[in-house]
């Protein structure tokens, strides 16, 4: 962890601790970030720490065990909480709040009484509640629910109905405390969706903006075009990972990423190495990258052939680029392309009488004008049939 604890001064005279963590540029817009039950405990800090990682200021207090009464002065505990953060040196811009089962309850109860500029809540334990709140709510405010735990259905699309400012988001097959690493109901692909739609939200309404084109485009340029290492680590976060799903490849970890890059990847790749750009798409944690990947197979490259001698032969494949941000450093990657066309175009996989393309799936991707269909023996069976 890497915050400090402050007492913050509640309106009803109650004093609370809160742990404050900001991002390494020193400043930023804010965030409130608000506990379950469980308390201020190591997930809700290591959050913080997270989200200042993102470029935010937290500050996550201690809540008293009993809520706060209904009417002003529950409001005035809420200012209290927001005004704490506002008068932090560090703070700059925005406010937001985020919370969890109790909190994500509370974090309604705050965008509806206190002056905040969004919130997000993650299964408010009391859904019932928050209904009084909704109709007060002029702020974008998201909310998480699992599939099992979560309101009727037709109570909340009722409830929400007409208010563009509010997303709904149900996620299948998971609980009350999905989003919680190491608990029995952490299902971790939900986890991440939820918290990119989160931060998708806290980027639109609070910032801070990072050009994430300008971002990837720096760090291909270290691996492929300077093909400098010591250049392409500080792109990324302390801890990073790269997966090349297909061979699964890579690495998780400063050190073990390194030592991938350096012996494994950067010089690994061949001298005519070219990425041929088809698309890019942006958004506000993420990269996805559409390029066709060019070479030839002069040299053993361990990431994508690992184990096949060089052929001599040409190949063009191509590859999708999944690319994870955590503010302005390159988080993780995961590189998807199809084994069975590189293995075809260097003559390591004989394609007779399988469905496997070779340089043509390239030319495709390209130019759709090129042939569909061609692996389809039963495709001339429909020339001619009613459509």
Same mark, same amino acid.
């Given at each position: 962890m890497s915050g400090t604890f402050i007492d913050i001064? %509640?309106?009803d005279g109650t004093l609370v601790s809160a742990y404050v963590t900001?991002? /390494?540029q020193g400043s930023g817009p804010g965030i409130v970030l608000l506990h379950d039950t469980a308390g201020l405990d190591d997930f809700v800090r290591h959050t913080a720490d997270l989200y200042a990682e993102e470029g935010y200021v937290v500050l996550a207090p201690q809540l008293p065990d009993h809520d706060p009464k209904p009417g002003g002065l529950a409001a005035e505990n809420f200012a209290a909480l927001v005004d704490g953060l506002r008068a %932090?040196?560090?703070? /700059?811009?925005? +406010? *937001?709040v985020v919370g #969890? *089962?109790? *909190?994500? @309850? %509370?974090?309604? @109860?705050i965008a509806a009484q206190a002056d905040v500029d969004c919130a997000a809540c993650y299964y408010p334990d009391d859904f019932a509640a928050c209904l009084a709140d909704i109709p007060t709510i002029r702020c974008p405010i998201v909310f998480h629910f699992? $599939?099992?735990g979560a309101p009727d259905p037709r109570e909340a699309e009722a409830a929400l109905a007409g208010k563009p400012h509010i997303e709904r988001y149900v996620y299948p097959g998971t609980s009350t405390g999905f989003i919680v690493s190491g608990s029995a109901h952490f299902d971790k692909p939900a986890a991440l969706m939820a918290y990119s739609r989160t931060l998708a939200m806290l980027r639109k309404v609070l910032g801070p903006f990072f050009d994430l084109n300008a971002l990837w485009e720096q760090h291909c340029y270290f691996e492929f075009g300077t093909r400098d290492v010591n250049a392409v680590m500080p792109t990324m976060v302390a801890e990073p990972y790269v997966n090349h799903v297909p061979t699964m490849t890579g690495g998780v970890g400063h050190r073990e990423l390194k030592r991938f890059y350096t012996y494994h990847f950067v010089h690994s790749n061949p001298a005519d190495t070219k990425l041929i750009p088809v698309s890019r798409t942006i958004g506000a944690d993420r990269v996805? &990258? $559409? #390029?066709? #990947?060019c070479a030839t197979h002069d040299r053993e490259i361990d990431w994508l052939l690992p184990g096949l001698a060089p052929t001599g032969k040409y190949f063009e494949v191509p590859m999708l680029a999944v690319i994870r941000f955590r503010g &302005?450093?390159?988080?993780? $990657?995961? +590189?998807?392309? &199809?084994? /069975?066309?590189? %293995?075809v175009q260097i003559g390591a996989l004989d394609p007779t009488g399988l469905p496997v393309a070779g340089r043509q799936t390239a030319r495709k991707l390209i130019d759709e004008t090129q042939p569909s269909n061609a692996l389809m023996p039963n495709w001339a069976s429909s020339e001619g049939k009613p459509v």
């Open positions: 001064t %509640l309106r900001q991002p /390494a %932090l040196p560090q703070h /700059a811009g925005k +406010i *937001g #969890f *089962g109790r *909190g994500g @309850r %509370l974090a309604t @109860r699992p $599939e099992h996805v &990258d $559409e #390029f066709v #990947f &302005d450093k390159l988080y993780n $990657e995961h +590189i998807y392309w &199809d084994q /069975a066309s590189v %293995l």
